[in-house]
């Protein structure tokens, strides 16, 4: 990455302007703009050391245009797609990998946790002295009550991925904020085996920070949280026909209509259809790998006659076999979940996808399964579970809530003969 890159990048890190760093390096605006875009081959170092001192990053340019003896990145490729709708998201993640040793990322599944968490890698790499190491879970046996949780495992996987030759740990000399990014995909069912691992690797490598994916939380107590959402489904404010034609014509579109146009524009023209667009968003909750799997469907299936349809649960699935096998369907996504969760969890879950109501409160949730079926401060707890484990969402007013989308159809999916189809699994 060269130095103009390397600058703007840092910059924006950090959520600064232009106007904001020259007031804290004491350059002009017009320097700070024509090194960025690269109009400045040979910039004065006095200059370099100034904008390095300012952004805490002093050397970082010598090395941002690659690590001494290796590359920047270790594992699965970052996307070369665009990140839609979740900007601010992978601006804050990234400052927060930067300044907290341990960030877990949360979300539902098919929210685009691992597509975030690699592009804020794919961000933050050139700070790291050795880049960015991606080590992947999912295809790890789930731990299991009553059996030790497969921390060596875990290690082991990390230890195959870096490389410890590489002098981890030593004086930095070359600015760089640590060692490595290592970050841990897919650790919803590996809580305690992923937090142990995470510890040692803190401890015996000062150096090193560790970003999580996860669809629970594994630790409260340490490091920092962020979470990912669906994506919008109405636009962020209403265009008006002025504005509207200042911008070519083209209203605002919500980000996850955004995502069906761009994915489908290759097969087919959407424009026409953003009613009907916006409607299978809504359907779809804004959940990213739900809207990739119907403009799948939307090669080959007309959008009415998909929507007309539901979209089936068993058509949202992808023959794409670079994904774990949970992750090719949205009701496999759906089921990895479910199976994580206990007996209790799963008779509440039940009981709660039973329930006449799309929206419910907390009391509908008591009286539906409190006593006699359970305990009132289990039913609470088991409950709160379900939230963290992100089955059950806020529906918008205080203690109201809802199922996540067609999460119902897979609880309902599980007491039928045909429950693999049922669930799209291939």
């Known amino acids: 990455m060269k130095l103009g890159k390397t600058v703007a990048m840092l910059r924006k890190v950090r959520g600064w ?15 700070i703009r024509n090194v960025e875009l690269g109009w400045v081959e040979n910039p004065r170092q006095s200059s370099v050391n100034l904008l390095m001192r300012a952004l805490d990053a002093e050397g970082v340019e010598s ?3 690659g690590p001494p003896g290796g590359t920047r990145w270790r594992g699965v490729p970052a996307p070369h797609q665009p990140i839609i709708g979740m900007r601010r998201e992978l601006e804050d993640l990234t400052r927060t990998v930067l300044t907290s040793r341990l960030t877990t990322l949360l979300g539902f599944g098919g929210v685009g946790k691992t597509r975030v968490a690699l592009a804020a890698a794919a961000t933050a790499a050139v700070t790291f002295r050795y880049g960015v190491a991606l080590v992947e879970l999912g295809d790890i046996p789930a731990e299991t009550q009553g059996s030790a949780p497969p921390t060596a495992l875990v290690l082991d996987r990390v ?8 002098g981890w740990d030593e004086p930095a000399q070359d600015g760089a904020v640590a060692d490595q990014l290592l970050v841990l995909d897919n650790a919803e069912h590996l809580p305690s085996a992923v937090t142990a691992a995470a510890l040692i ?14 669809r629970r939380p594994l630790t409260e107590r340490l490091g920092a949280s962020r979470e990912l959402g669906p994506l919008a489904v109405e636009p962020a404010h209403e265009v008006r026909p002025a504005q509207q034609r200042e911008q070519g014509g083209e209203a605002s579109l919500a980000p996850a209509v955004e995502l069906v146009l761009r994915r489908s524009a290759a097969a087919v023209d959407l424009g026409r259809d953003l ?5 299978l968003c809504r359907r779809l909750g804004g959940i990213p790998r739900a809207l ?5 469907r939307l090669r080959t299936i007309p959008i009415h006659v998909l929507l007309a349809s539901g979209p089936a649960l068993s058509a949202l699935r992808t023959s794409d076999h670079s994904l774990l096998p949970h992750q090719r369907s949205l009701g496999g996504s759906i089921q990895w979940s479910v ?3 206990s007996d209790d969890h799963r008779r509440l879950l039940r009981r709660i996808a039973g329930m006449a109501t799309t929206r419910f409160s907390l009391d509908q949730v008591v009286d539906e399964a409190g006593p006699p079926h359970l305990a009132m401060d289990s039913a609470l707890c088991l ?13 918008g007013e205080l203690y109201e809530y809802r199922l996540m989308p067609y999460v119902r159809e897979v609880i309902c999916a599980e007491e039928t003969p045909r429950h693999a189809y049922a669930l799209g699994a291939r």
């Open 275 to 279: 009613p009907a667009v916006t409607e």
């Open 383 to 395: 409950f709160s579970d379900l939230v963290d484990n992100a089955l059950v969402a806020p529906a």
């Open 201 to 214: 690797l803190l401890r015996d490598h000062p150096r090193v920070h560790i970003l999580i994916t996860t």
């Open 17 to 31: 302007t232009q106007e904001e760093l020259a007031e804290r390096c004491g350059l002009s605006v017009r320097t």
């Open 63 to 65: 090395s941002a245009l």
């Open 339 to 341: 199976d994580l969760l």
């Open 292 to 296: 990739e799997f119907a403009t799948e």
């Open 159 to 166: 230890r195959r991925v870096i490389d410890d030759r590489r």
